[in-house]
């Protein structure tokens, strides 16, 4: 079913359609032992999926924010230092830690 309105927000504020309707994230595995992690075979997997679910939630908020800076840009032309400061903001702070490749590691994200 479509959104008849694709800029009515939903449950997250920060997005509009599909996007808005995004289930926040789930809970890492409760039994899984960062100490010992071949212990249980299932929560390692678990937690495997877990982080890997975290990193593609991090990058696709990222590329949001970035489509939205440069519709910024392209609505405000010369003028977008003062009106787009916002959203790039948002954006400078949404790739902050969200490097799916190694390439991507700057300087204020944790190697793994």
Not at 23 to 34: H, I, L
Not at 40 to 56: I, S
Not at 88 to 107: D, F, Q, T
């Amino acid at each position: 079913m479509s959104d008849p309105d694709p800029h009515r927000r939903g449950e997250n504020p920060q997005f509009y359609g599909a996007a808005a309707h995004f289930p926040k994230g789930n809970a890492p595995p409760t039994n899984f032992d960062p100490n010992n992690p071949h212990a249980d075979a299932v929560a390692k997997e678990a937690q495997l999926q877990y982080l890997t679910r975290e990193t593609f939630i991090k990058v696709e908020t990222a590329k949001l924010y970035r489509e939205r800076v440069q519709e910024c840009y392209k609505l405000e032309g010369v003028n977008h230092y003062q009106n787009c400061k916002e959203h790039v903001k948002n954006y400078m702070e949404s790739i902050k830690n969200a490097g799916a490749h190694r390439i991507n590691i700057g300087p204020y994200d944790k190697t793994p």
